[in-house]
């Protein structure tokens, strides 16, 4: 240890030897030796409370042994000073732990702070799909932050998912709780779930951490929705968290209503699907409670107030955050997140749709029109990959699956190939013998493409690849 933190940590110590010192030489009458001895107490109460309860009773120890040889004092003067120097010693040991607890609690909210600030997302890319404003206000409350926070996640087929959720509490324990429930929305969003099926899963999740000792009281909200730039639909579910609020191109404001379904964890509950069509220009706003201020108003007259600071929805979508959240007062009892989100509608020249039937005889003729299509698009360096992806995909379909099938060429930040059949089977890739005939068409399309997978639908499935496409 270097000779600095040793004189850090010995001042103190040194400061009372020093006063015992002056004390000896200080003249009794003059009463300055009470104000002296206590000068290395108070000192000591910017440490812990171990040091200052040390220190103190040096002091008392010291005061005792110098004075009671002085027969000058009187005993009434002697006893005086000597509970003024005990009770400066009481106060410096109260000073010293009041000072521990706020520090203990400062960092806490620090290391609380810091790892929200890591596990939430700090800039979304640019979409297709929406405009997207954000913003994250801590809670002033001396817990400190909560477990608020939002999403947005890129989807198969130019799609866009925005999530917003809630773990009730406050402290590194709920942001912790916070980050692993991002983290499964994440994983399970990739497995393009529909919202209602994606909180099941997440809400079964919950459960399991329930049943861990320290996560006994878990409790928390969440909303997931889904946009399709390309039909404008937005399907959304929710798990006990405030409503979205829709405000339409026209300056119409559309307040859903209180979903019936209770908070994660709960389970035993089918969360309801709500789906709805926005034109071209909508704001999606999702919030969490934090923002309502339920403690001092009723959530109908919090929503309206909520919506009539949205205003018409133009305008910049950071000015609009910056809006609403100055109606709000200085001092904030819970986290507030907020997240906006304008719609885009993909070109239509952006997007070409076939429909083959299940016959191989039919293969020619897809590859044909992809290769047609790209050549429009200007992207014939593509081709070769396209067309080895369209034969494998459509003669999947048409050997293990049922027809009519599908096929949907994207063109987006990257270039989606899209199949679709009637049958829910879904395909796996394997490793293949080195005499084996078939088995490599999933292994050929992976290194193709740079993404591919499996979503379903209510009439069957849809296989897609993706190929990102340069700046």
Request: a negative charge; proline letters at 6%.
């Amino acid at each position: 240890m270097s000779l600095s933190p040793l004189l850090r940590r010995a001042w103190p110590l040194l400061l009372l030897v020093g006063t015992g010192l002056a004390v000896g030489l200080i003249n009794p009458g003059v009463h300055y030796d009470m104000l002296v001895i206590a000068a290395p107490v108070l000192a000591a109460s910017l440490y812990d409370v171990r040091t200052t309860a040390v220190v103190g009773v040096l002091t008392v120890v010291t005061f005792m042994l110098l004075r009671l040889q002085l027969n000058e004092d009187t005993n009434a003067t002697w006893w005086i000073k000597l509970a003024l120097v005990i009770v400066v010693c009481l106060l410096s040991a109260i000073l010293s732990h009041v000072r521990t607890k706020e520090e203990e609690v400062r960092r806490v909210r620090n290391t609380a702070m810091r790892l929200q600030q890591r596990l939430l997302p700090r800039f979304f890319p640019d979409s297709s799909a929406v405009g997207i404003g954000h913003r994250y206000l801590p809670s002033d409350s001396p817990a400190g932050v909560g477990g608020d926070w939002f999403d947005m996640i890129p989807l198969s087929g130019a799609r866009i998912a925005l999530v917003m959720g809630d773990v009730v509490g406050h402290g590194p324990e709920a942001v912790a709780t916070m980050g692993r429930l991002r983290t499964a929305v994440i994983t399970l969003a990739n497995l393009d779930l529909d919202p209602d099926e994606l909180l099941a899963r997440v809400d079964d999740l919950v459960q399991r951490m329930s049943h861990d000792r320290a996560q006994a009281e878990l409790v928390a909200s969440c909303l997931y929705l889904v946009y399709d730039p390309i039909s404008r639909r937005c399907d959304f579910a929710s798990a006990g968290h405030t409503p979205p609020i829709f405000v339409m191109p026209d300056g119409r404001v559309s307040v859903q209503a209180q979903s019936g379904n209770p908070p994660l964890g709960f389970g035993d509950v089918p969360f309801e699907l709500t789906g709805l069509d926005l034109p071209e220009g909508s704001l999606i706003t999702l919030y969490t409670d934090g923002l309502l201020g339920l403690r001092h108003r009723e959530v109908d007259e919090a929503m309206r107030e909520l919506a009539a600071a949205i205003g018409p929805g133009s305008g910049p979508l950071q000015e609009i955050c910056d809006r609403v959240l100055r109606r709000l007062p200085a001092s904030r009892e819970d986290d507030i997140a907020l997240l906006l989100a304008r719609t885009k509608v993909l070109d239509p020249g952006k997007v070409r749709t076939w429909e083959f039937p299940a016959a191989v005889e039919e293969v020619p003729a897809a590859r044909a029109a992809v290769t047609g299509q790209l050549t429009e698009w200007g992207l014939d360096e593509h081709s070769f990959a396209l067309e080895m992806v369209v034969c494998e995909l459509i003669t999947n379909a048409v050997r293990h699956a049922e027809g009519p099938v599908g096929l949907r060429l994207i063109r987006d930040d990257s270039l989606i190939c899209e199949v679709s059949d009637a049958s829910n089977t879904s395909p796996h890739p394997r490793r293949a013998d080195p005499l084996d005939e078939g088995g490599r068409g999933l292994y050929l399309v992976g290194q193709l493409m740079d993404r591919w997978g499996t979503r379903y639908t209510h009439t069957g499935k849809t296989i897609w690849a993706a190929k990102y496409l340069g700046a």
